[in-house]
């Protein structure tokens, strides 16, 4: 881990070893649970994650909502062709993330370069459940996408899909930052804890969420 802002060293008078020194020994702490607190499918009892999208719009049997999210990067030193987007122009990796839907995030796939497209990703994941995926994505036995030609019936449920897919977005904020296992860790524990946080903005500074939203009753696991 890097430190990026020099002023957050001097605020309290301590030298740029120390805050690497604890920054380092935080995030292995943490990613040292990632394992007990990301799993997929998730926290809880299969069949109440997936009470849980239905009380949304409808949907039965999903089990989570996957998208990917590209971090930025300095040129690689390797196969630096494999890292480069041309669609967002720059170095990246892909991470794809799938939460439930409570936002808590249940798996994540690090470290993918950034010219592999979404798609590819999802399919090197061994699944027997259903997500939802938005229309990057080919619709598969596991993996309900979007309609691409929309009639009245289809429009319900792509409206319903789109309702019920769009926690993967909201929970994409607190995951952008660096250190994103330890980011994750702590994310699902403060939506287990139902506790505030505050406004989360993306990348072009809009407005994502203004708190964690409340875990339905039930401890998990239970």
Known sequence: PRIHHPTECNAENLSKATVCHTVSTVYLALK???????????????????????WIAGFFSVIGAVDCTHIHIKRPRQNE?????????????????????NYIASNIEPSWPG???????IQAFDLACILLGDSGYACEPFLLTPFTDPT????????????TRSQIEETFGPLKEPFQFASAVLHNV?????????????????????????????????
């Open 190 to 222: 403060a939506c287990m804890r139902k506790e505030r946080v505050p406004r989360v903005y993306d990348h072009n500074g809009r407005l994502v969420r203004e708190q964690y939203h409340s875990v339905p009753d039930g401890s998990p696991g239970t």
């Open 81 to 101: 062709g494999d890292f480069y987007n041309h669609d967002l122009i720059g170095y990246m990796l892909v991470f794809q993330i799938i939460c439930n839907a």
């Open 32 to 54: 040292s649970v990632a394992h007990i607190f990301i799993t997929f499918p998730g926290l809880r009892r299969v069949c109440l994650i997936k009470e849980d999208f239905y």
């Open 115 to 121: 010219s592999v497209h979404d798609a590819r990703i």
């Open 152 to 163: 009245p019936a289809k429009e319900a449920y792509d409206n319903a899909h789109s309702s």
